[in-house]
């Protein structure tokens, strides 16, 4: 889709650059390392393939369910880091984890350019208070994307 390409573009470009560069780092560096959130790399980099994939279900629900539309948010109350410990991303085989969140991205990529526009107003409630469109999803997602590369380059940089 033309109205998204540049999001798309450039989130191909993130992941051409980051994993040959994932790939290269010493256990001690992907493992060793917490941010303020107490997460490694590999945990952060496991919480942006739940956030590839959580992604991927709201758009595609997005554009045939109700509207606005109910989807649980896996990220609120604490949960995202209950996802990271019940799917023990910190003992995750870490060339297995890089091509996970990779390939699930550029899975991403391909349903963002596919999206049908008729169906960017339609909303997802994020919570009682909250109402997301299809259309801010999208938006919003290269800089969730991108913090969570920056959070992991100051750790590789300590």
């Known amino acids: 889709m033309k109205s998204f390409e540049n999001i798309c573009k450039s989130t191909l470009q993130l992941i051409e650059v980051w994993e040959p560069c994932l790939l290269a780092l010493p256990e001690e560096i992907v493992s060793d390392r917490k941010n303020s959130q107490n997460r490694s790399i590999r945990q952060i980099l496991g919480h942006l393939f739940d956030s590839a994939s959580n992604n991927n279900h709201r758009i595609v ?17 604490g949960n995202n880091d209950r996802w990271i410990a019940i799917q023990d991303y910190q003992h ?15 899975h991403l990529i391909h349903v963002i350019r596919n999206v049908d526009q008729t169906k960017l107003n339609n909303q997802w409630i994020s919570s009682d208070a909250k109402l997301i469109s299809l259309q801010e999803m999208i938006e919003y997602y290269p800089q969730h994307f991108d913090l969570h590369l920056k959070e992991m380059e100051e750790l590789i940089n300590q």
Not at 61 to 69: C, D, G, I, K
């Open 61 to 77: 629900h997005l554009q045939y369910r109700e509207n606005p539309m109910s989807f649980p948010n896996y990220a609120t109350e």
């Open 92 to 106: 995750e085989d870490w060339y297995n984890l890089v091509q996970l969140w990779k390939y699930a991205n550029l």
